[in-house]
């Protein structure tokens, strides 16, 4: 028994290995790209030995993109700044709204609330290009085109019913007795809903942010129609590196590099309430 569970251990340890390769290599292999220039990434075979360089990196920080063909001007570093302003506002505006619009969902019974709440659900998955055309001939009309304002609502499509649906399934974990108890003592339904039931769901509210930041991070679709140069967030501005003189593979591997820092440093910061979240109620009885 002790040789089984010894064999055990060590395959068990084999196939988390090759799982983390697997799903890790990719990143390393950006990584190594994003120090190399244009022929030691297209030599034949490939090598992890070269002499590295931080010309891609000072491309963009820059904002000058040394191609066959000149000098291109690119603002990746405002595409960075734009992306992070309309991730974390889209996020904060869908937890105003959704944190108590979860709250009501599972705690009152009201005519066509689910009904409702499916419908702001069906938001999530419907194509984002069902609604683009409609809502980029609504936003010329009211003048919300090509501003952040109007990229802010529209990324409530995406964080809003994600918010609202997770969220709504941590209140509903709760249990009400201690909610009334509370309100016993002459508190009202708002300072019962701060003080008790925001804290006691807020690792899930933490992970449903979290989860929420990370695909308005990397919406492409929305931006690239409704947004000019100048407001577009990093995953449209990465076009700019496919240029008539030929595709920038090292300035984009640093430009994924320097994209994906935001949100890993966020979700190593936030592991432990995305954890904690994501296994709240798991354990019933």
Do not use: H
Not at 14 to 39: D, K, R
Not at 198 to 213: K, N, Q, R, T, Y
Not at 253 to 264: F, K, Y
Request: hydrophobic content about 55%.
């Amino acid at each position: 028994m002790e040789q089984y569970s010894l064999l055990e251990r060590w395959l068990r340890r084999v196939m988390i290995t090759l799982v983390l390769v697997f799903f890790l290599f990719p990143i390393f292999w950006i990584l190594l790209m994003s120090f190399q220039t244009n022929e030691q990434i297209l030599r034949i075979p490939p090598s992890i030995v070269f002499e590295p360089t931080l010309q891609n990196y000072t491309s963009l920080i820059t904002g000058k993109l040394e191609s066959a063909g000149g000098t291109l001007d690119i603002a990746f570093m405002k595409n960075l700044g734009n992306s992070l302003f309309l991730s974390t506002s889209s996020v904060l505006l869908a937890l105003i709204l959704g944190v108590p619009a979860a709250y009501a969902f599972a705690r009152f019974q009201f005519k066509l609330g689910e009904d409702i709440a499916f419908t702001l659900l069906s938001f999530r998955f419907a194509p984002p290009l069902l609604v683009l055309l409609p809502l980029s001939l609504y936003f010329q009309d009211i003048g919300m085109a090509n501003t952040y304002t109007g990229l802010i609502w529209v990324y409530q499509l995406i964080c809003l019913p994600l918010i609202l649906w997770i969220v709504r399934g941590y209140f509903e974990d709760i249990s009400p007795d201690i909610e009334y108890a509370y309100r016993l003592g002459g508190n009202s339904w708002f300072r019962t809903f701060r003080k008790i039931a925001v804290p006691l769901a807020g690792p899930g509210i933490a992970a449903a942010g979290l989860l929420s930041f990370i695909f308005a991070w990397n919406n492409f679709v929305f931006a690239l129609v409704l947004a000019s140069a100048d407001k577009q967030p990093v995953t449209v501005g990465a076009l700019a590196f496919v240029t008539a003189s030929g595709i920038q593979y090292g300035q984009i591997a640093a430009a994924i590099v320097l994209s994906i820092a935001p949100t890993l440093l966020l979700a190593l910061y936030a592991q432990r309430y995305l954890v904690e979240g994501l296994s709240l109620g798991a354990v019933k009885g």
